[in-house]
């Protein structure tokens, strides 16, 4: 089940899982590992904080030596120090797990492979290193070519809205009915969750559709794939990786995620949120340049910020606008969505 | 007046220029060269062809060694092996090139800081090496915050449609006129001729707006940023690199630039050409993400297979269908369009 990036990529990482918080201070800085202990609980067999951290995740507290000595084969980065440069005490934990025959993965903006003390310590004791944020491999530049099987993307009005989560419970949702269903990872965590996939952020300009089409190809057995989508077509920062993701998924059905109180684009307090319809006929239009037949399937909303009640009259309300099923995956589920993908593009 | 992309860059590179035709095939193979040749014929002072070539820039043909005497600085590579590959023959070259104490740039898709004997080659003699499909230094991520000055970028239908003759022949006649204009370079011929700029196609998915901001940025005094495009909003290969370049140019105004004849979008024979008015409303629709105002100023129509009446009928007919003027660059000149841009945007 977990296919890396490279078959020739020796040694390999892979679960169970010891997730490294350090000295995390808030929940975003755990996003990574929270994701993790999320959708995949089974692999996860504890967690691993300095003193000064307040947070948690709930596991098991375990020093890499205890947590080797449960089982864990790999131990992940899913934080950084301030400005997501690795600090002093990071390198060291990490140079401690390596010493405890643990792979040691990250999605830091820092490399791994770019400490040489790093290095060095994986190097002596024969273990993996992967940096999930980086893609030096080849990737061919995208063809349009029309490719067998079915595909869904998840597209947003903003970066940071719900697209992984929304994926994953459509995968969930749709294995639970005996369906085909294949989450195919486009960023760091999701990565991490899926065993393999390509962090179209971090490729070449050149070959972000390519990406696409290489994580998502032809398929005849029936199943879906169903692609994590990645920033928004309205975010100026990120429009491009998001375009070519529409460009290279080739999705027959789209699904809208939003979240329900941001009041401007992350990290742009100058740039409002797109209009709900407005984004969605962005998105379609775009898709239709590699498939014609693309609809959208349903809307997504994190509701997370507001009172139950509020997030039922917003899924009511904007289901009706759109003319489409809306729910929020993490509180709702995704049946309605999935309900109507089934009817829009078969089972 | 050479801005090179980072002044830390030692040693530099620059005119007088030796073209590097090798054993060219065909025109297609020495477009670089020819796009030097054409647009700064003063930093030309000679060509290098091997025996077996048969094209011509038409100027004189020199070996690196007289070459240099004749006081050239740098040789230009602009052609490659089939494949994009460097063959044994292009090395050596090279090589006794920067033994001629020549610099040595080129925009090949093998690297010349990756062939070690070239690297020596360089460092023994004190000369540079520039490879201008190659970004590896830092870029920050785009803002889309408002900035000074005024821009204008060219979009096509298609990659390859004259983009970068337009965008020069906008800058020569703009400078002509006593404006002050600046061709902002996003490719490897358009860095070669400017001294500068980015490969927009070449860096990380996340930064190509950012790339944008950071070669035109804030100006403050009246003058325009001619911001040269890549690829096309409908190509499926390179669409994301194109929207990228729409969100970081925040453009005043926009040029729709398109080959006449063109069957199909480039390399892709199951992907007919978009319609004019279809493209260009999407290039402007993508573009008032971060400018509202933009506008569309012409047509540059690329005539170069057609006769010179077919040609005249078809800016007029193309001009009254998109209520623009149209002209081709190369064969009829821009004049039309710059009066219409300094109509619409002030001058």
């Given at each position: 089940?977990?296919?890396?990036?490279?078959?020739?990529?020796?040694?390999?990482?892979?679960?169970?899982?010891?997730?490294?918080?350090?000295?995390?201070?808030?929940?975003?800085?755990?996003?990574?590992?929270?994701?993790?202990?999320?959708?995949?609980?089974?692999?996860?067999?504890?967690?691993?904080r300095?003193?000064?951290?307040?947070?948690?995740?709930?596991?098991?507290?375990?020093?890499?030596a205890?947590?080797?000595?449960?089982g864990a084969?790999?131990?992940?980065?899913?934080?950084?120090?301030?400005?997501?440069?690795?600090?002093?005490?990071?390198?060291?934990?990490?140079?401690?797990?390596?010493?405890?025959?643990?792979?040691?993965?990250?999605?830091?903006?820092?490399?791994?492979?770019?400490?040489?003390?790093i290095?060095?310590?994986?190097?002596?004791?024969?273990?993996?290193?992967?940096?999930?944020?980086?893609?030096?491999?080849?990737?061919?530049?995208?063809?349009?070519?029309?490719?067998?099987?079915?595909?869904?993307?998840?597209?947003?009005?903003?970066?940071?809205?719900?697209?992984?989560?929304?994926?994953?419970?459509?995968?969930?949702?749709?294995?639970k009915?005996?369906?085909?269903?294949?989450?195919?990872?486009?960023?760091?965590?999701?990565?991490?969750?899926?065993?393999?996939?390509i962090?179209?952020?971090?490729?070449?300009?050149?070959?972000?559709?390519?990406?696409?089409?290489?994580?998502?190809?032809?398929?005849?057995?029936?199943?879906?794939?169903?692609?994590?989508g990645?920033?928004?077509?309205?975010?100026?920062?990120?429009?491009?990786v998001?375009?070519?993701?529409?460009?290279?998924?080739?999705?027959?059905?789209?699904?809208?995620?939003?979240?329900?109180?941001?009041?401007?684009?992350?990290?742009?307090?100058?740039?409002?949120?797109?209009?709900?319809?407005?984004?969605?006929?962005?998105?379609?239009?775009?898709?239709?340049?590699?498939?014609?037949?693309?609809?959208?399937?349903?809307?997504?909303?994190?509701?997370?910020?507001?009172?139950?009640?509020?997030?039922?009259?917003?899924?009511?309300?904007?289901?009706?606008?759109?003319?489409?099923?809306?729910?929020?995956?993490?509180?709702?589920?995704?049946?309605?969505?999935?309900?109507?993908?089934?009817?829009?593009?078969?089972?």
């Amino acid at each position: 089940m977990f296919k890396h990036g490279d078959p020739a990529d020796d040694p390999k990482w892979g679960p169970p899982f010891l997730l490294y918080l350090g000295s995390a201070a808030d929940d975003l800085a755990i996003k990574t590992a929270r994701g993790l202990a999320y959708w995949r609980p089974e692999w996860c067999i504890g967690q691993y904080r300095n003193p000064d951290c307040r947070i948690t995740l709930g596991l098991p507290d375990m020093k890499p030596a205890q947590a080797k000595a449960a089982g864990a084969e790999t131990m992940v980065i899913g934080t950084a120090n301030a400005g997501g440069v690795m600090g002093r005490e990071i390198v060291a934990d990490i140079i401690t797990a390596l010493d405890c025959r643990l792979n040691v993965i990250a999605g830091l903006h820092h490399k791994l492979r770019e400490n040489a003390d790093i290095v060095a310590a994986a190097k002596r004791n024969g273990r993996a290193l992967f940096d999930a944020r980086e893609w030096t491999r080849k990737i061919p530049v995208g063809t349009g070519r029309k490719r067998a099987g079915r595909r869904l993307l998840t597209v947003g009005t903003d970066c940071s809205v719900g697209k992984m989560y929304t994926t994953l419970a459509l995968e969930r949702s749709m294995r639970k009915r005996g369906l085909k269903a294949d989450f195919r990872a486009t960023g760091q965590t999701g990565i991490f969750i899926a065993g393999g996939g390509i962090p179209v952020d971090a490729v070449i300009a050149d070959f972000i559709s390519g990406a696409v089409e290489l994580i998502s190809p032809a398929r005849e057995d029936g199943g879906w794939d169903l692609i994590e989508g990645q920033g928004s077509l309205f975010h100026p920062s990120y429009a491009g990786v998001s375009l070519g993701l529409l460009h290279g998924a080739q999705a027959d059905a789209l699904v809208l995620c939003h979240e329900l109180t941001r009041q401007h684009m992350r990290g742009l307090p100058h740039y409002p949120l797109p209009d709900l319809t407005r984004c969605l006929e962005a998105n379609l239009a775009a898709a239709r340049l590699t498939n014609p037949d693309v609809k959208a399937v349903g809307v997504a909303l994190n509701t997370s910020k507001v009172s139950e009640q509020e997030a039922r009259t917003a899924c009511r309300e904007i289901g009706q606008r759109l003319g489409l099923p809306c729910e929020d995956p993490v509180t709702m589920g995704v049946e309605s969505i999935v309900d109507n993908l089934l009817l829009c593009c078969g089972n």
